[in-house]
């Protein structure tokens, strides 16, 4: 696991979030710290600071304090610290908005905070793995929470190493948005025994991606059946490679890149599609009122 080490801008901006100072709008994004408090909280990281007559300005104090431990292996946790979920409860202010605000310059410095079991933890961006960029992700339902977890989990995973981890939340990640796309054109769970490549053919035919259609080009249809092809691999590369089974072999970095780069490419267009075509009155989706929650996935 790399050290983090950020830019100045990113101390600054970290800054912000620990000592809970006002921003020139009046406005802040996390709870006051007093100098005594903010002695406390570097103090976990190997400081032996004590608060009294002489003290600098809180904000210095802070950006002092980080910029020391720029770069050490313990950073990291300072960071995962400043937007711990847990001391945001019971306030007004939000941890969501708070990592937005800082993953806005900690993408500069090639890291971004990830949510992965209830911590928010700086990722490195590999520039290998596409972005996964799609409005249904502002969506707060649960089934696009878990669609969320599971991304976040593909690229930290790939960051701690975790190979066969990146390929089953990859697969997770495939079954969950074929499963939301059938939920909202349906409106009901339909049974899924576990078998992705059934499920896909489902999705497929409702979507109207039917690789045998003779109103599309040939090209097309070599593309769609790209994709069947592509579901069948993942589905037979993580009963093989990933942690879910007894698996035959160990997979290395670029099997789980590889693995989670066409995962995301073919839920974006899957989305796309749907997208497109509810839009576009092709296909219609099932009332807000009529739609049950998206059943679990093996």
């Known amino acids: 696991m790399n050290n983090v080490k950020v830019a100045p801008k990113t101390i600054e901006a970290l800054e912000k979030l620990i000592t809970g100072d006002e921003f020139p709008s009046g406005s802040s994004l996390a709870l006051y710290r007093s100098g005594q408090d903010l002695v406390d909280f570097f ?112 690229e930290s995973k790939i960051e701690l190493s975790d190979y ?36 896909y053919k489902r999705v497929q035919k409702l979507l109207n991606l039917d690789p045998d259609r003779k109103d599309i080009s040939d090209s097309l249809k070599q593309l769609l059946r790209g994709i069947v092809t592509i579901v069948s691999g993942i589905a037979s590369i993580r009963n093989s490679m990933s942690d879910a089974h007894a698996r035959s072999y160990k997979p290395a970095k670029h099997h789980a890149k590889l693995a989670v780069n066409s995962v995301y490419t073919i839920c974006m267009f899957l989305l796309d599609s749907f997208e497109y075509q509810v839009k576009n009155g092709i296909i219609k989706i099932a009332p807000d009122d009529s739609i049950t929650e998206r059943g679990d996935i093996d």
């Open 43 to 154: 103090n976990q990281y190997g400081k032996k600071d004590e608060y009294g007559q002489g003290f600098p300005s809180r904000w210095q104090y802070a950006q002092q304090r980080l910029a020391e431990l720029n770069g050490k292996a313990v950073f990291r946790y300072v960071i995962e610290s400043t937007v711990d979920p847990r001391i945001f409860l019971g306030t007004d202010f939000s941890v969501e908005e708070a990592v937005a605000y800082i993953n806005q310059y900690l993408e500069y410095d090639g890291y971004k905070l990830i949510l992965d079991s209830n911590k928010y933890k700086p990722t490195y961006l590999d520039k290998d793995i596409i972005m996964f960029e799609h409005a249904i992700l502002d969506n707060n339902e649960p089934n696009i929470e878990f669609i969320r977890e599971q991304i976040s989990k593909c």
């Open 164 to 199: 066969d981890g990146a390929i089953t939340n990859a697969r997770s990640l495939l079954e969950s948005v074929l499963q939301e796309i059938e939920l909202k054109i349906i409106s009901k769970n339909q049974k899924y025994d576990g078998k992705i490549n059934k499920l």
